[in-house]
């Protein structure tokens, strides 16, 4: 039992990653005033930009660097369409998912003709696990080893950042000035304004940030936790990261614990995919899928209360003139 647990647990943290950096991306957009629909894009553009210069260029730092870039050119171009041109934030975002979902397949089939797909990646093109000190020592220590060794340690790089910038987040958007100035352009624009502060510029930053976290969800993707870009291989985790999201109420500590409990709704479709509940039967995988929309819905319903976004959240800012 205690071996399926930490299995269990262990597929959490893995398939949570993607989803806290994008999640945490989405917070820093969402806390400006800046819906982004269009996290799913960046972090599928940022998957196959990783793949690919991870296999060209022979090294997965690399490959997290052009990642990270593509993501952030992307969240410009959402950047220049909702903040500059004043358009509309969603339809913004819904067109590059579009862009991402069909550029990846036609540079991926024109570069590799493998059908929109990279070649698979060696070992030296992807991050590989860390063993903590002294994980081999412990192993066989009753409880605390197993759960040390295969739970705590041997995750990759990406893994550990990603928990790790929960507190870095939460520093920066509750006690800085950055990020005091954040929130207020994301409530009352125009107060902020009259302060004497650049909202489109502090909107352009909190969109590039956006970019930046959607990259490292993206390389994860593709050079760490798999080795090489398929078709669509994000699968949604940018609209189950926008769920989290609002069930976390765009705070970045619950937006963790959202992450893990999505991710670990994901474990357990695996682990029990196949499998035959007593007296209920083989449960369809798509159950398990559907849960985090469910939950968030149910939970928001009836349970946290409801989930009120920052005021200026989706309006374009037009600067009054006296």
Not at 287 to 313: D, E, K, N
Request: with cysteine; glycine share 10%.
């Amino acid at each position: 039992m205690l071996d399926t647990i930490i299995l269990v647990l262990d597929s959490t943290f893995r398939l949570s990653t993607p989803l806290l950096f994008a999640c945490l991306a989405g917070l820093f957009s969402e806390r400006s005033g800046i819906v982004d629909i269009g996290l799913e894009g960046k972090i599928l553009g940022a998957a196959f930009a990783a793949a690919a210069a991870a296999y060209v260029f022979q090294s997965p730092w690399i490959g997290l660097l052009a990642g990270i870039g593509v993501s952030v050119l992307l969240a410009l171009v959402h950047g220049f369409a909702s903040i500059t041109q004043r358009g509309n934030q969603v339809v913004s975002g819904v067109a590059i998912n579009f862009l991402a979902a069909g550029l990846t397949v036609l540079l991926g089939q024109a570069w590799f003709s493998q059908g929109g797909r990279t070649p698979a990646l060696p070992k030296t093109s992807r991050f590989g696990n860390i063993e903590l000190p002294f994980a081999e020592a412990l192993k066989d220590v009753p409880v605390l080893g197993p759960i040390y060794y295969d739970l705590i340690s041997g995750h990759n790089i990406l893994v550990y950042a990603s928990f790790a910038a929960v507190p870095l987040v939460w520093w920066i958007v509750f006690r800085t000035r950055f990020g005091l100035r954040l929130r207020a352009v994301g409530e009352n624009p125009s107060a902020a304004d009259t302060a004497g502060l650049s909202v489109t510029l502090l909107r352009y930053r909190a969109t590039i940030i956006c970019g930046i976290l959607c990259g490292f969800s993206g390389a994860y993707l593709s050079i760490a936790q798999g080795a090489g870009f398929i078709k669509d291989m994000s699968a949604g985790k940018g609209f189950i990261a926008l769920a989290a999201l609002i069930f976390a109420k765009w705070k970045p500590v619950n937006a963790m614990f959202t992450c893990l409990l999505f991710g670990f709704l994901d474990a357990l479709a695996i682990r029990l995919q196949g499998q035959e509940i007593p007296g209920i039967g083989e449960v369809p995988v798509q159950v398990f899928q559907a849960l985090p929309y469910v939950l968030t819905v149910v939970l928001l319903a009836g349970f946290i209360g409801r989930a009120i976004p920052p005021r200026a959240s989706g309006i374009p800012y037009v600067k009054e003139r006296t």
